[in-house]
C-alpha cells in the first residue's frame, strides 16, 4: 500500500513538470516497473509534454515489449500528440521496426495522418528506414499518399538524400514524377540539395528532368543556381 501511495505521489509530482512516470518508465524498456505502475493505477492515456502518452515514450525508445503491456492496459493505440502524431509515427520516424511491427499487429492505423497530411510512410521515407516502409506497405500504407502540400513520399525521401528508400518505393508502385503545390518534383529535391546519387536513382526510374516547377524552374535550373556542378552534368546528359 505504501509503495503504490509513492508511485502516485510520484507520478503527481512529475506530472507537473510536464513529464508523466508512466512516460519516463515507458521510456526505458523496463516491463517490470511498468507493470508495477499499471497495477497500481497508473493511467495508461495520462498525457505528459506536448500531449504524449506513455505509448508514444515508448514507440520512441523502440520498445516492443512495453507498447504490447500498455495496449493490453487500455492504452489508446490512436492517440494523437499535440503535433496529430499517433504511436506508429513516432515509431516509424525514429525507425523502429519492433515496435512499428507490434504496433500494426495491434491494428495501428498506417494510413493516419497528421493536420498537415504526413503518415508514418512520409517519415520512414525520409529516415530511409526500408524494412519499416515495407512494413507499413504490408499494412495497406499507400506508396501514392502526398501530404497537404501535394508531396509524395518519393519526395521526402528524396530531399533527405535516402536513395535505398527511394528504389524500394519506386518498386512499390510510388510515384517518381509527382508534383506538390510548388511544382517541385523528387528531382527538383535532390538536384537542389546536391544529391547526386539521389539524382543518379531518380533518373534511372526515368525521373522527367524537363518537368518545371511554379517559377517556371526544372530541376537543373535549381542545381546550377546553387553551384552543383555534378548534379548539373548529369542532367544535362539526361536530357540530350
Known amino acids: 500500500m505504501r509503495h503504490a501511495l509513492a508511485m502516485v505521489l510520484a507520478c503527481v509530482a512529475m506530472h507537473a513538470f510536464g513529464q508523466t512516470p508512466l512516460q519516463e518508465v515507458a521510456a526505458s524498456g523496463d516491463v517490470a516497473t511498468l507493470t508495477r505502475w499499471l497495477d497500481a493505477g497508473a493511467n495508461p492515456n495520462a498525457r505528459g509534454e506536448h500531449g504524449e502518452t506513455a505509448l508514444h515514450a515508448a514507440a520512441r525508445a523502440g520498445h516492443a515489449a512495453a507498447l504490447t503491456l500498455l495496449i493490453a492496459r487500455g492504452a489508446a493505440i490512436e492517440s494523437r500528440n499535440d503535433d496529430g502524431e499517433t504511436a506508429l509515427f513516432v515509431a516509424a520516424e525514429y525507425g523502429h521496426l519492433d515496435a512499428v511491427r ?18 508514418p510512410l512520409h517519415v520512414a521515407a525520409m529516415n530511409g528506414a526500408v524494412p519499416v516502409i515495407d512494413a507499413l506497405v504490408a499494412a495497406h500504407a499507400d506508396v501514392r499518399v502526398r501530404n497537404k502540400a501535394g508531396e509524395g513520399v518519393v519526395f521526402w525521401a528524396a530531399r533527405a538524400g535516402n536513395a535505398d528508400a527511394i528504389r524500394r518505393l519506386i518498386a512499390l508502385g510510388a510515384p517518381v514524377d509527382a508534383q506538390g503545390e510548388s511544382g517541385h518534383t523528387a528531382l527538383h529535391a535532390a538536384a537542389a540539395a546536391g544529391q547526386t546519387g539521389v539524382v543518379r536513382v531518380l533518373l534511372d526510374a526515368r525521373a522527367d528532368a524537363s518537368l518545371r516547377n511554379k517559377a517556371g524552374e526544372r530541376a537543373i535550373d535549381l542545381a546550377r543556381g546553387r553551384g552543383e556542378d555534378e548534379v548539373v552534368r548529369l542532367l544535362e546528359a539526361a536530357m540530350r
Do not use: F, I, M, N
Open 102 to 119: 507490434a504496433l500494426l499487429a495491434h491494428k495501428a492505423d498506417a494510413r493516419a495522418a497528421t493536420p498537415t497530411g504526413e503518415v
